[in-house]
């Protein structure tokens, strides 16, 4: 009954599942990256930081598929070679065998140690602090429910969103929350730290080339927490330094009609409690984005939209219906109930805000 | 019968102990609904743990099917953030306090006992306290969804998202209620399990020839009895910031948003191995019965279990490797959390060891726990990529870390149940499941579960952090999130085809045979289902795996012989005489007495949380009365209902014994059995009085 030839069938079922389980993740894997771009890969570094990171994985990772490989090796030569063959199988009663549990024991702790030193060198270094005497640039992070503020506090420079930086200089960043926990995560740049309010946590980047980096907020923070996302746009040295002499320049008046009248607009229906517009009279709130140079970024609300006319008419007109926010309870910015017009003209302003 | 008239007399002339307290009138059917209500059979209990926990995980991949459904495409439009949010908080935390925990006690409850040759647990109508108080505490948390919303701030709850200011409704105090609730439950649960393993072994069942299952059931509830009094310090210092003005984990006021993630995490940790230790426990009783093979170095297993078991205490910083921690603190949880894989990795390779050279037959339940190795493995591995805590940067709160425990909770813990499930049904049940309909069950299963979470690692490493109702089309992740989103789908066919079984197998399934797998533990020794008392008489133990032993010996090669029928029949009789002398002490069976007042107890207690809730402080102290009330009936009343001389009723264990050919002895026994448990025609004509 037992014959072999129903053992070797039991082995092509084996194999001939195994293939199709191969083929078909391969051709899922195929589908799913073929030819796509992943603007926040963990998996390809961009800078110092991150690279750092990746080393670790680049050694843990292939010891984890070799255990795996390992794994299920055994699991499939123990499903082919020890199936039942008969009801009267008597299998040898083996309860254990000292020399191989002590073996398969030690061996996975002194990998694991090997694995331990390297770790624990790599922790010390991505938690080294530039000190002020340092050739760093120093930044400010504050995490707010749903965006980012950035301020540059040797350069007077505050910003929203996008976090510009120089290539090939260390960035030394200070983070704090003034609400609830958020992460600061670009990942191409860095590993995320958590941004936790009453504390400051630490974190530093490093581009190597000029790019627009993406990232996100990592900690869940509330209702928006999806729509919290950043950008890091890096500069070479000397377009950085014209960034800088521009963003400390203070916003210039509006010359045309419509923008002058978007200028009072901003001015009497409120945006001051929340905006600041250096050069514009009474706006200095900062529970919002600062906008004195709107123009000279890219995105906006918190870097899910792109800064465009026709996507801040959409957006002033009713702002939670287009990023989920609770103004009532003091998150995000509520309905100001504008008039087209009015609309018309504060774009006019905010687009002299360069 | 004429027992209407003889009771009447006799509670006049001799008033029993429980008629001091006659608070309700002590139940005497263990039939119908109301049997249901107030058993305090373990077994009772444990089925009732089971039904329910499966509901609560119907109601669980309801919602992941609709996160599921929201994250099939970017920019997607088919649930609001907030319902979003609190679709995942309720899936997480019904996955882990309503379906996990409470599906590990439901084999903790209906095994244990038996596994250990003992007729109940050691607290009964603690018991039936810790099943009630379970599923009331699991109504008030899905009670949020009909009054202004389920809470919304995670499973993990961190402040101050969660305080009064960010999350000023009511959600999160169903989530504290909740959380108090199912702990109460799960404490005194770790208590009843503990006492009943330590205590109530049948002679010669010493701790080394306890099954693992057994072992590691021991491991979890004390795992759970140090683990929960931590979360539910943490939930009660978040509902006094929430309710009453105070101040620890609000920065504004100085307090420490970091302290409730060490305490969450302090329980949280712990909490993982309390969920996978009793699956792991499954899977070694399961693989040695299919391989007809003892499990591989049972010693080896039961350390690394323990070991798993304290050095889980020493990991929960690993959740909060991006919190800023400090470097020192940082290396310390890395490198433990490294070495809580050494004994994870022995004991899949002494799950493998156990396998190789055996006889294996691919059972249904035998498949769940093969898949269970390959896909813990996965699961544990992943964990080891976080050990490295500079990369774990990159991974942690990414759908990264979504792929790693789904690994370990569904590859790993609802692998090994759904093993169990299979490999005990007949027991339980008296059925055995269709061997057909389980393989179209087990291979959706694993198909359908890789397919969801296999994508995930990519999804995670490649930028998509967790708890996001919504993601941009740029970040390329759309086609992984369909493939993820289509597994959901097919293990949710996978469910049904299960749903299919059960329902197939109590039409038409084949009555099972009280061992019907030649399995190795003490349960299968009595009938499938077992009787209300469990054993004719406590039986002796001389080995681990005593069951096997009876059945087969070794020959000088150690090859697997089974032991000729004459000789059987002659140990047979030689362990009876054995087991009546050690008997002898306590020959009356076990009989479980019904009763109300564990369920008045516990339901004092959501009177109480909905009281806290809306701040009505009248209310809270009406359920504290009730819960007072059910404590001090409860402790008048007898354990065990005192027989009374008149009841002539026959008893159940007689009746049990007739319908069951295999036990034929209890017949003489049946006066001292008459106490507890009446029959229909006595509860029949109790009513017409």
Redesign the interface.
């Known amino acids: 009954m037992s014959t072999p030839r129903s053992s070797r069938s039991h082995t092509v079922r084996v194999a001939i599942g195994v293939a199709v389980a191969v083929i078909a993740?391969a051709a899922?894997y195929l589908?799913?990256?073929g030819g796509?771009?992943?603007?926040?890969?963990?998996?390809d570094p961009q800078g110092a930081v991150?690279r750092?990171?990746?080393h670790?994985?680049r050694?843990?990772?292939p010891?984890?598929i070799i255990?795996?490989l390992l794994?299920?090796a055994?699991?499939l030569t123990?499903?082919i070679k020890?199936?039942?063959?008969s009801d009267d199988?008597?299998?040898?009663?083996?309860?254990?065998?000292s020399k191989?549990?002590i073996g398969?024991?030690i061996v996975?702790?002194l990998l694991?140690a090997i694995?331990?030193v390297f770790?624990?060198a790599?922790?010390?270094?991505?938690?080294e602090r530039a000190s002020a005497k340092d050739n760093a640039l120093f930044v400010k992070v504050i995490g707010h429910?749903w965006w980012w503020e950035f301020q540059y506090p040797n350069e007077k420079i505050t910003t929203a969103n996008e976090l510009v930086i120089p290539t090939g200089r260390t960035v030394q960043l200070e983070m704090t929350s003034i609400?609830?926990?958020h992460?600061f995560?670009p990942?191409k740049l860095?590993?995320?730290?958590?941004v936790?309010?009453?504390?400051q946590?630490?974190m530093q980047l490093k581009a190597d080339k000029v790019d627009t980096y993406?990232g996100?907020?990592?900690?869940?923070?509330?209702?928006?927490?999806?729509?919290m996302?950043l950008r890091v746009i890096s500069k070479t040295p000397g377009d950085f330094d014209t960034w800088v002499s521009q963003q400390e320049q203070p916003a210039a008046a509006p010359t045309t009609d419509a923008a002058k009248a978007g200028a009072l607009l901003v001015q009497q229906r409120g945006c001051a409690g929340c905006h600041t517009i250096n050069g514009l009279e009474g706006m200095n709130g900062t529970v919002g984005p600062n906008l004195t140079h709107l123009q000279s970024r890219s995105v906006f609300a918190g870097a899910?939209f792109d800064l465009n006319e026709q996507n801040l008419r959409r957006w002033l007109k009713n702002p939670p219906a287009e990023k989920?926010m609770m103004p009532a309870?003091g998150?995000g910015m509520p309905n100001l109930n504008l008039a087209d017009q009015d609309i018309t003209n504060i774009i006019a302003y905010l687009e002299t805000l360069k | 019968m004429a027992t209407v008239i003889e009771r009447t007399e006799t509670e006049v002339v001799t008033p029993r102990p429980s008629s001091t307290a006659p608070l309700l009138r002590r139940p005497k059917s263990t039939e119908g609904f109301w049997g249901w209500i107030t058993t305090i059979d373990h077994k009772r209990i444990g089925i009732l743990y089971g039904v329910t926990a499966f509901i609560f995980f119907l109601a669980g991949g309801i919602e992941a099917l609709l996160v599921r459904t929201q994250l099939a495409q970017p920019d997607n439009h088919f649930l609001t953030a907030d319902t979003y949010n609190q679709l995942f908080t309720m899936h997480g935390t019904t996955m882990i306090f309503l379906v996990v925990m409470p599906l590990s006690a439901a084999f903790f409850n209906y095994f244990t006992p038996i596994m250990i040759g003992a007729g109940d647990v050691a607290f009964p109508r603690l018991n039936s306290f810790s099943y009630w108080t379970f599923l009331l505490g699991g109504l008030v948390l899905y009670s949020s969804f009909l009054f202004g919303g389920a809470p919304n701030g995670g499973w993990f709850a961190y402040p101050p998202n969660t305080g009064i200011a960010f999350s000023p409704g009511h959600g999160l105090d169903y989530y504290v209620m909740g959380l108090i609730i199912t702990g109460i439950a799960s404490t005194v649960g770790a208590v009843n399990f503990i006492t009943t393993i330590l205590n109530l072994r049948a002679p010669g069942m010493t701790l080394m020839r306890m099954p693992i299952f057994v072992w590691m059931t021991l491991v979890a509830n004390f795992l759970l009895l140090f683990a929960l009094p931590v979360i539910t310090i943490a939930v009660v210092l978040l509902f006094f910031d929430r309710n009453f003005g105070t101040n620890f984990f609000n920065p504004a006021a100085g307090g420490e948003p970091l302290l409730w993630q060490h305490l969450f995490w302090l329980f949280g940790h712990p909490e993982v191995y309390i969920l996978i230790l009793p699956a792991m426990g499954m899977v070694s009783e399961i693989l040695p019965v299919f391989s007809r093979k003892p499990l591989f170095g049972y010693p080896v297993m039961v350390f690394s279990g323990i070991a798993i078991g304290f050095m889980g205490w020493g990991v929960w910083a690993h959740h909060m490797f991006s919190a800023g921690l400090g470097p020192v603190a940082v290396s310390a949880f890395s490198i433990t959390t490294m070495f809580i894989a050494v004994p994870t990795g022995v004991k899949i390779f002494n799950w493998l060891g156990t396998m190789w050279g055996g006889s294996l037959r691919f059972t249904t339940a035998a498949l769940f726990a093969i898949g269970f190795i390959a896909m813990f493995t996965i699961g544990g591995l992943s964990g080891v990529t976080h050990a490295v805590s500079p990369h774990d940067r990159q991974q942690t709160d990414t759908y990264y870390i979504v792929a790693h425990f789904h690994y370990v909770l569904f590859g790993g813990s609802l692998f090994g149940i759904m093993g169990a499930v299979y490999y005990w049904y007949p027991k339980i049940f008296g059925r055995m499941l269709n061997e057909k309909i389980g393989k179209w069950h087990f291979w959706t299963w694993i198909i359908g579960f890789n397919m969801t979470f296999g994508p995930m690692h990519f999804i995670g490493l490649q930028g998509q952090p967790r708890r996001t109702y919504t993601y941009p089309k740029a970040l390329g992740l759309g086609t992984w999130n369909l493939i993820a989103t289509i597994g959901a789908y097919i293990i949710a066919i996978s469910v049904l085809i299960f749903i299919g079984n059960v329902i197939y197998t109590k039409l038409r399934g084949p009555l099972a045979p009280p061992d019907p797998w030649d399995a190795r533990t003490l349960e299968w020794s009595i009938p499938s289902p077992p009787p209300p008392y469990n054993f004719e008489q406590v039986p002796v133990v001389h080995s681990v795996d005593d069951w096997w032993h009876r059945k087969y010996t070794e020959d000088e090669n150690g090859r697997l012989v089974r032991i000729p029928e004459a000789e059987m029949a002659a140990a047979a009789e030689r362990h009876a005489a054995e087991e009546h002398a050690a008997d002898a002490a306590h020959s009356e069976p076990h009989m479980p007495s019904p009763s109300f007042y564990p369920l008045v107890a516990s339901a004092g207690l959501p009177i109480i949380a909905y009281g806290l809730i809306y701040h009505v402080w009248l209310v809270p102290v009406v359920g504290l009365l009730v819960t007072l009330a059910g404590l001090y009936a409860w402790t008048l009343e007898p354990a065990v209902e005192p027989p009374s001389p008149d009841d002539e009723a026959p008893a159940t264990r007689e009746l049990v014994a007739a319908s069951t050919p295999a036990l034929g002895t209890g017949a003489g026994d049946a006066p001292a059995a008459a106490d507890a448990t009446a029959t229909d025609d006595t509860s029949t004509t109790e009513e017409g009085a």
């Open positions: 993740s899922l589908w799913a990256e796509k771009t992943f603007p926040q890969d963990a998996l991150a750092t990171e990746d670790l994985w050694i843990v990772f010891i984890t255990v795996f794994v299920n055994l699991i123990i499903v020890f199936r039942r063959r199988d008597a299998p040898v009663q083996v309860h254990g065998n191989l549990e398969w024991t996975p702790a694991l694995v331990g770790t624990v790599t922790i010390f270094k991505i938690n429910q609400d609830v926990i992460s995560w990942p860095a590993g995320k730290v958590d936790v309010p009453g504390r946590n630490y993406w996100q907020c990592a900690e869940f923070c509330g209702l928006s927490h999806a729509n996302r899910i989920p309870q998150m």
